[in-house]
């Protein structure tokens, strides 16, 4: 047994895939982790740097809500224009390939391979 077998696993047979596939009820949770997933780490963030200025920092807490509100919105609008404009399903990798061409989207794939 090859050191890739026991990592990965043994190769599918063609006639496996079709049970492989996830459906959009399984799909949605398993892979619906995106940007608007990752801006919900700011306002953690922007809490735990007000946290030691204590009572002064609850000044700051309104301002603050209001940028990642902002933040959200900025990234709702263009998630709805790609959803429009790619009702199959529309990734980084195909979006950034049909706009900028292939090495546009192969930097967006590496970068969700990275990241």
């Known amino acids: 047994m090859s050191l890739m077998t026991v990592l990965f696993g043994r190769r599918l047979a063609s006639d496996e895939e079709e049970k492989e596939q996830i459906g959009p009820l399984s799909g949605i949770p398993v892979l619906g982790l995106d940007a608007l997933a990752s801006a ?12 030691p200025l204590g009572a ?12 990642v ?3 959200l919105a900025i990234v709702y609008v263009p998630y709805r224009q790609t959803s429009a404009a790619y009702p199959n399903g529309g990734g980084s990798y195909i979006v950034a390939k049909e706009n900028l061409g292939t090495r546009a989207g192969l930097v967006a794939a590496a970068a969700l391979l990275i990241d």
Not at 56 to 67: D, Q
């Open 69 to 71: 509100i902002g933040l």
């Open 56 to 67: 002064l920092g609850v000044h700051y807490i309104v301002p603050l809500s209001a940028l």
């Open 40 to 51: 919900s780490y700011g306002p953690e963030a922007a809490l735990t740097v007000l946290l």
